[in-house]
């Protein structure tokens, strides 16, 4: 899952961006509509965390040319502007939910997972390989039932490889698909990050492996064991 925070404040960008890497999203922020547009002209987001007071401009203008060139990425405006015209005014723009601020952080990441799992674009079923299995929505993974505990880059990586399970993952997809704007990922952090992965996968009956194809990536295999 990859997030997009629009949002002007530093501190605010800080705090969210915290809480939203800490529940093992990826996530991206920027402070103003010209850089939002760069963003959602570049990458897939499956949510958009949108804020309406921006330097260069209202909210509302980002979220309304969203939808109207048929982007059904699912927008939570986060605002301010509690008044009931207001978030009217925000719903009928093509919000898909709305929180005003100040907020709780457990209620920020409630409500983003109640908007990946009704995303019926953005968020795909779980994921299955071996006895491998993995919930994008709620970023569980588990081998025979059994929950398998993954650091957020670990889980990252294994959504990577378990969606492109038998093919050849390029080494610079893991690369785009762990990084964060303004933080690349080394192709040195990618080995780290796929060697603790196999040690934590190793001691279950997974009945996959992760090879590594020299010069070119990694792939998910699924060995029948």
């Given at each position: 899952?990859?997030?997009?925070?629009?949002?002007?404040?530093?501190?605010?960008?800080?705090?969210?961006?915290?809480?939203?890497?800490?529940?093992?999203?990826?996530?991206?922020?920027?402070?103003?509509?010209?850089?939002?547009?760069?963003?959602?002209?570049?990458?897939?987001?499956?949510?958009?965390?949108?804020?309406?007071?921006?330097?260069?401009?209202?909210?509302?203008?980002?979220?309304?040319?969203?939808?109207?060139?048929?982007?059904?990425?699912?927008?939570?405006?986060?605002?301010?502007?509690?008044?009931?015209?207001?978030?009217?005014?925000?719903?009928?723009?093509?919000?898909?939910?709305?929180?005003?601020?100040?907020?709780?952080?457990?209620?920020?990441?409630?409500?983003?997972?109640?908007?990946?799992?009704?995303?019926?674009?953005?968020?795909?079923?779980?994921?299955?390989?071996?006895?491998?299995?993995?919930?994008?929505?709620?970023?569980?993974?588990?081998?025979?039932?059994?929950?398998?505990?993954?650091?957020?880059?670990?889980?990252?990586?294994?959504?990577?490889?378990?969606?492109?399970?038998?093919?050849?993952?390029?080494?610079?997809?893991?690369?785009?698909?762990?990084?964060?704007?303004?933080?690349?990922?080394?192709?040195?952090?990618?080995?780290?990050?796929?060697?603790?992965?196999?040690?934590?996968?190793?001691?279950?009956?997974?009945?996959?492996?992760?090879?590594?194809v020299r010069g070119v990536g990694y792939m998910l295999r699924e060995t029948g064991a």
């Open positions: 899952m990859r997030l997009l925070l629009v949002e002007d404040s530093a501190r605010l960008r800080e705090l969210v961006g915290d809480t939203i890497r800490d529940a093992g999203w990826r996530l991206d922020a920027v402070s103003d509509l010209g850089k939002a547009d760069d963003a959602l002209a570049t990458t897939r987001y499956d949510l958009v965390l949108l804020d309406l007071g921006l330097p260069d401009g209202d909210g509302l203008e980002l979220l309304r040319a969203l939808r109207r060139r048929k982007d059904a990425t699912p927008v939570l405006v986060l605002t301010a502007r509690g008044a009931v015209d207001e978030r009217i005014a925000g719903l009928d723009a093509g919000a898909d939910d709305y929180l005003v601020k100040p907020f709780n952080n457990g209620e920020l990441l409630a409500r983003a997972r109640a908007l990946l799992r009704r995303a019926p674009l953005s968020v795909d079923p779980v994921l299955e390989a071996g006895a491998l299995r993995f919930d994008p929505a709620t970023h569980e993974t588990s081998c025979a039932g059994e929950i398998v505990a993954l650091a957020p880059r670990e889980r990252a990586a294994l959504e990577i490889l378990m969606r492109n399970a038998g093919r050849v993952t390029p080494k610079r997809g893991l690369e785009e698909g762990l990084s964060e704007f303004d933080e690349e990922v080394s192709p040195n952090a990618i080995e780290v990050v796929l060697s603790r992965l196999r040690r934590k996968l190793a001691p279950h009956p997974t009945g996959t492996a992760i090879e590594t």
